[in-house]
């Protein structure tokens, strides 16, 4: 079974930068799309960034110029690099691995901005 791993999620304050990560392990394609996507209360789950094994990337409208996204293939871990954050930030954040019909999810790590 493919599993993932979220981690680096806290509190922090606005302004101020964090970085998740995302480890995969199991059997899975090296062909794939790793990703974030956070979900607030009251608010649908949200793709927040992606990235292709060949370094396609999307992000989420509310988030271009702030966040990064980063893969290391060989290592199946995925980043998420945070710049400036706000306090419309705060979420939980989740991993994701789309392959093929596979689409995991990560439990997620909660971030959280605020003053």
């Known amino acids: 079974q493919v599993h993932l791993v979220e981690s680096g999620g806290g509190l922090v304050q606005p302004g101020d930068s964090l970085t998740l990560s995302c480890a995969a392990s199991?059997?899975?394609?090296?062909?794939?799309?790793m990703g974030w996507y956070r979900q607030s209360p009251g608010k649908q789950r949200e793709l927040v960034a992606s990235?292709?094994?060949?370094?396609?990337?999307n992000y989420g409208d509310s988030v271009k110029g702030r966040f990064t996204i980063s893969r290391d293939n060989a290592k199946n871990l995925v980043y998420l690099q945070m710049n400036s954050l706000e306090p419309e930030d705060t979420a939980a954040y989740y991993c994701?691995?789309?392959?093929?019909?596979?689409?995991?999810w990560g439990e997620g790590t909660l971030v959280t901005v605020s003053s």
């Open positions: 199991g059997r899975f394609s090296r062909v794939n799309t």
């Open positions: 990235m292709t094994t060949f370094g396609i990337t």
């Open positions: 994701n691995l789309k392959s093929g019909g596979m689409n995991i």
